[in-house]
């Protein structure tokens, strides 16, 4: 982006904080075009302790806030772009990560447990053992959500439980609870020195110990799960000025932080799924399919999640969304990257997927940690299953990229069910939308056409837009004339809807191959811990699997050699 003097005269400024599960950004967005102007983006390290545990450092998670901050302010200055155009900060981030920190020192008190981490199976257990018949879905209807190692309240109930700090700094009434927006918000306007301690109604939806009916923290809830509700943050609008930014924020100092949205609904935002019945597919880490269901729940039959859209305002009414998440989806490349080092990079995969273009009869379930809607299962495991002698890598991340589209029409099919009315085309942002041959199969095997923006950082976007829209900032209009007109591409069905069936139906007997593959009882492994490996058959398949894989990088297809050479 080359500098431009005219720029000078560009006009209000917003920006935005977009704080996932696998990197920080900050983006500056033009409030009259909504252009964006400039970005910088860190990657956040994940550390894995033990099996199932996924954590990250709050400090780090802050640190490369202010990072991100700096490098973008220091490109709009070389941009010769006033950085004082700057009216508003918009705040979106990864949700259910969960931390503690203590009020009067500011220090995080344990590392945040991430969303997709899976150490809470047993709390969940215990709680769903003190429900009437022993339902998961007991506490749904006030909060839209089963009882799931996927939410707030069990990380926090896990960590008041084990870590000792934790614990005294609740009976000392030091400790402060809060997903990463609440972390954000605490110390960019002050921190110990009288940082607002805040959430959103879309963030507080995804606790447990949120009522979405009465739109506030529900005393019975946090009775349930013996939270004391005064470490709660308090809950406020999406769009509204929670406070400013303090002197450590440079240039940025002053400005309002009056945007807060989770992730998913910032992109439902971004997207501009203001009407009823319209839905988005993020693909990210996981992968996110929300549906807005206007000012009035819907409860789910299909195993969806019922959230909070957004909330636009103190005195706008709320709206609602149907959700169904999948844990695994852009994680799935790294740890294809990572963990087998079938690739170098992301953008390989593409290429590795395109050079077969099938994955001959390989299925890949992907379920790390456990499977999410429409199963909540947490008791199934990733399994890669039709391998032969003929299967390579390339098939392996063919089958990769179908899983991400599986998972999708799974959720839509649930999501068509309790609707009743199906999506004629399917909106689609995120990291993995890069991918177009990911986007090509997605439409092939939902069978009907995937739209994408050209904008890609729609998630930041919706952030903007709220922190824009705000009273007191007012620099962004969401009326409908008045918002402008996303350019997309979009990606037809390609194949018959037979071949999309077979297809599809292969993959749900591999996602019942999948389930229940934790042991019930495992085996201790002598040190007090638990293994995967519980149970034999298991431990030899898997194995097995990665060995294969693994050879598959060197040996050369067989389809090269007769059967004669051997």
């Not at 939270?227 to 002053?254: A, D, H, N, Q, W």
Request: aromatic share 8%; with cysteine; proline share 4%.
């Amino acid at each position: 982006m080359a500098a431009s003097s005219n720029r000078i005269m560009l006009g209000p400024l917003v920006a935005a904080i977009d704080q996932g599960t696998s990197s920080t950004r900050f983006l500056v967005f033009n409030a009259k075009t909504a252009e964006l102007l400039s970005h910088h983006q860190v990657e956040i390290k994940q550390s894995f302790p033990k099996e199932g545990w996924v954590e990250e450092d709050p400090k780090e998670i802050l640190q490369s806030v202010y990072e991100c901050m700096d490098r973008t302010c220091e490109k709009l200055t070389q941009l010769n772009i006033d950085i004082s155009n700057i009216k508003a900060i918009g705040v979106t981030n990864q949700r259910e990560t969960t931390l503690v920190w203590d009020k009067e020192t500011g220090e995080p008190l344990y590392n945040a447990i991430v969303w997709l981490d899976l150490r809470t199976q047993s709390t969940v257990e215990r709680l769903i053992n003190k429900t009437p018949g022993k339902n998961k879905n007991h506490l749904k209807v006030r909060t839209g959500l089963p009882i799931s190692t996927y939410f707030s309240a069990v990380k926090l109930r896990w960590l008041m439980d084990n870590v000792e700090k934790v614990h005294e700094a609740v009976l000392s009434h030091r400790a402060m609870f809060g997903t990463v927006d609440s972390w954000l918000i605490w110390c960019l306007t002050g921190g110990k020195k009288g940082g607002v301690h805040c959430t959103d109604v879309t963030n507080a939806s995804r606790t447990m110990l949120f009522n979405i009916h009465t739109m506030d923290w529900d005393p019975e809830l946090c009775k349930y799960f013996d939270i004391p509700m005064e470490i709660l943050p308090k809950v406020r609008s999406s769009s509204e000025i929670y406070g400013l930014m303090v002197s450590k924020s440079g240039p940025l100092t002053g400005v309002p932080i009056s945007g807060c949205l989770g992730d998913q609904s910032a992109a439902l935002v971004g997207q501009m799924c203001f009407k009823d019945g319209q839905a988005k597919n993020t693909y990210g880490t996981g992968c996110f399919l929300l549906k807005n269901v206007g000012t009035k729940p819907v409860m789910s039959d299909h195993g969806l999640l019922t959230t909070v859209a957004y909330k636009l305002g103190r005195d706008k009414p709320a709206c609602y969304a149907l959700e169904g998440s999948v844990a695994i989806a852009g994680a799935v490349v790294r740890w294809l990257k990572d963990n087998l080092g079938i690739i170098q990079t992301s953008t390989e995969l593409e290429k590795l997927a395109a050079d077969v273009g099938t994955s001959y009869g390989c299925y890949f379930v992907p379920a790390f940690s456990g499977l999410y809607a429409p199963y909540w299962e947490p008791s199934a495991r990733g399994i890669i299953c039709g391998l032969t002698q003929f299967t390579n890598r390339s098939h392996l991340a063919f089958a990769a990229l179908e899983a991400v589209c599986f998972q999708t029409r799974e959720i839509l099919d649930a999501m068509n069910q309790d609707s009743g009315i199906h999506l004629s085309q399917l909106q689609v942002d995120g990291g993995m939308t890069s991918n177009r041959l990911l986007m090509q199969l997605q439409a092939d095997i939902l069978c009907i056409p995937v739209v994408k923006p050209s904008m890609p950082e729609t998630t930041a976007l919706g952030a903007a837009m709220a922190a824009g829209a705000a009273e007191g900032v007012s620099v962004w209009s969401l009326n409908p004339e008045d918002l402008t007109e996303v350019t997309s591409e979009k990606f037809e069905p390609q194949i018959n809807p037979e071949e999309s069936e077979l297809r599809y139906a292969r993959w749900k007997k591999a996602v019942q191959r999948a389930m229940n593959w934790e042991t019930t009882e495992p085996v201790n492994n002598g040190d007090g811990e638990t293994s995967i490996f519980s149970s034999v058959p298991l431990g030899f398949y898997i194995l097995g699997s990665m060995f294969m894989l693994i050879g598959a990088k060197y040996i050369r297809p067989l389809n090269k050699m007769s059967l004669e050479q051997y």
